[in-house]
């Protein structure tokens, strides 16, 4: 293994060591409680988010995508999670706004729980990794560019979150074999 990789692997098993399992397993439980579910993020945070929902979907949850036209509408019963790495992103402010409004719970994944969009959510997940939003000159800590530590944990995060989800409701991965789309 050369030594990026064994540097970026170092980086992510770091922000695993520092993150709180106690706020993971919460937004667990209210991902299980949730009518609906919607989730947003923005760029390559997106992209992340997106495999929430589509692992969500496998488990036979009702799951949508902000921006996506089948995206329901939210209101009491109803979560929506929102990554905001660096803590505040306009689009994400103005989401949530909306939700809030709409009477559904909020779950923001951020590095930054001091930031606007973290301090409007119902329940926030820290995850302790470098973001854009300090990732320039004496700030930048990690070998990866950019928000690149954050949104590799973003992976690692939901895949273990939907572990724990699967056990949390009983649902197999065969159960989940049959909902992955045959139009491949």
């Not at 667990?28 to 989730?39: D, W, Y």
């Not at 329940?123 to 320039?136: E, G, K, Y």
């Amino acid at each position: 293994m050369t030594d990026l990789y064994a540097r970026a692997l170092s980086e992510l098993r770091t922000v695993f060591e520092r993150l709180d399992d106690k706020a993971v397993d919460h937004g667990v439980e209210r991902i299980a409680a949730a009518r609906k579910v919607v989730v947003y993020g923005g760029g390559r945070e997106g992209l992340q988010v997106k495999g929430l929902a589509m692992r969500l979907f496998h488990m036979g949850l009702d799951v949508g995508v902000v921006g996506d036209m089948t995206a329901p509408y939210l209101g009491k019963g109803d979560l929506f999670v929102v990554t905001c790495g660096p803590g505040e992103i306009s689009t994400s402010v103005a989401l949530m706004n909306v939700v809030k409004e709409a009477g559904a719970e909020t779950l923001v994944v951020t590095a930054q729980p001091r930031g606007r969009v973290p301090s409007m959510a119902d329940s926030v997940i820290t995850i302790p990794a470098q973001t854009m939003a300090d990732d320039q000159g004496d700030a930048a800590t990690s070998v990866l560019p950019m928000g690149s530590l954050f949104e590799g944990a973003l992976f690692i995060l939901f895949e273990v979150m939907i572990l724990k989800l699967m056990e949390r409701l009983g649902v197999t991965a065969e159960a989940m074999r049959a909902n992955h789309t045959n139009l491949e």
